[in-house]
């Protein structure tokens, strides 16, 4: 095996890491965006985002910038081997020898590819993680965690109701993984020196 090219457990494995260090990185101020966006537009209880952490770390302590972060933990490594999956075939559709570098355009399309392949996972796991968000511990909790959610929801709506807004999110998503890819692949090309790869 080269050492040019990783196999796919180190990849699987790398990509799971860095899905795992971006959810505990930013969770927290996901947490206070989710918080500021699905508050009520007539009599908000955050001013802003400053005043949002105040309130948060002085009612919940920091566990509460935290709270649904549980389910994207438990959920990014497949998320993310199922999001690379997904750009390996997208590339695969479009190539028409092994050799063929594809273009960039082709690299947007394999990466929005790559988006769609993924949205089966990470729709009801960002419901459940929304969810989780907004309830604040200022009385009885509704949820217990990310597992009594889903049930819960489940119970109430079906399968539907897990997925919730994924025409929303593949609308984000989509054009977000391809310019993700598209990006990529550009900085490598441009910042490669000539006849290295």
């Known amino acids: 095996m080269s050492s040019e090219h990783p196999s796919a457990i180190k990849n699987f494995l ?6 795992m260090c971006q959810v505990a990185a ?14 009520p537009s007539e009599n908000p209880f955050y001013r802003s985002t ?44 479009q190539l028409s020898s092994p050799d063929q570098q594809l273009t960039l355009l082709q690299t947007f399309n394999a990466g929005m590819v790559a988006g769609m392949s993924s949205a089966g996972i990470a729709v009801p796991a960002e419901r459940i ?3 989780l968000q907004i309830q ?11 597992v009594d959610v889903a049930r819960k929801v489940f ?3 079906g399968i539907q109701g897990l997925y919730k807004g994924t025409c929303a999110t593949l609308l984000r998503d989509l054009p977000g993984s391809g310019t993700f890819f598209l990006t990529y692949e550009w900085l490598l090309r441009t910042l490669t020196p000539e006849g290295k790869s």
């Open 50 to 93: 400053w005043d949002c952490v105040k309130k948060t770390a002085a009612k919940e302590g920091w566990h509460g910038f935290y709270k649904g972060m549980a389910t994207p933990m438990f959920v990014v490594i497949p998320t993310f081997a199922v999001y690379f999956w997904g750009y390996g075939i997208g590339k695969k559709l």
């Open 155 to 157: 119970r109430q709506s």
């Open 26 to 39: 930013g969770h927290p101020l996901d947490t206070l965006k989710v918080r500021i966006q699905t508050q």
């Open 129 to 131: 993680k929304c969810i």
């Open 136 to 146: 604040t511990s200022g009385g009885a909790a509704q949820y217990s965690g990310p």
């Open 14 to 19: 790398a990509g799971g890491f860095g899905g």
